[in-house]
């Protein structure tokens, strides 16, 4: 668990690094990419998300493959700024760091410039965890494309991959970061319950496979 801190000496700075957080976090980079590369708005691609694996049904690898580093870096960034941050102000760098990524996270699922509908938050999970533990992030994208290698399925990767990270965490003696890690991955299954709802019915559509409509 991070450590004790004064919340009434540290909330300002704590505030700071919500709300930095959660600014980096609702760039859309698929939406600007798609548009950006004449593809029209992603919105209206596919399943209607704005992340990478929706921006892949664009038919450009290449616009999903940035929209894949936007939203993991913009995760990655927020966490390193706010220990940046933690360092100058000598604020406990846990409690800073966690806060930034939350923000970051919230940032993606419900950005104020899309009418607070975003993505669903696996890039930027990855991002956040390579950047406040690289290894842990690894083993997220190793088991990821494992279970993606074997059923075919984006959704039920990530689903898996997040289910494990707090397992991660704590086996590498990351215990300060579970709890964390147990937050995020809740609003992950909650942002994929309609995909888990799919995936339950075999109405999930499977990698390489396009989707028609939102």
């Known amino acids: 668990m991070p450590a004790e801190i004064d ?44 992340g990478a694996t929706n921006a892949l049904r664009t038919g450009n690898r290449w616009v999903a493959i940035g929209t894949l580093i936007g939203d993991a870096g913009k995760g990655a960034v927020a966490v390193l700024v706010a220990g940046l941050l ?24 419900f950005p104020v410039w899309l009418g607070f509908k975003g993505g669903k938050g696996v890039s930027t999970f990855i991002g956040i965890l390579l950047a406040l533990h690289w290894p842990v992030g690894l083993l997220f994208c190793a088991t990821w494309a494992i279970v993606a290698t074997v059923s075919r399925y984006s959704s039920l990767s990530a689903l898996v991959a997040a289910l494990l990270t707090p397992v991660y965490l704590a086996w590498l003696d990351q215990w300060h970061l579970v709890g964390l890690g147990v937050l995020l991955v809740i609003l992950i299954y909650i942002a994929h319950r309609d995909n888990i709802s799919r995936l339950l019915s075999g109405t999930e559509s499977r990698i390489g496979q396009k989707k028609t409509g939102a």
């Open 7 to 50: 919340f009434m000496a540290a909330a300002p700075l704590l505030l700071v690094a919500l709300a930095l957080g959660y600014l980096l976090g609702s760039i859309p980079f698929g939406l600007l990419l798609t548009k950006a590369a004449g593809l029209g708005d992603i919105r209206d691609i596919g399943s209607g998300n704005i």
């Open 86 to 109: 933690a360092a100058r102000t000598g604020v406990d760098p846990t409690w800073m760091v966690s806060i930034a990524a939350l923000g970051a996270f919230l940032g993606h699922l």
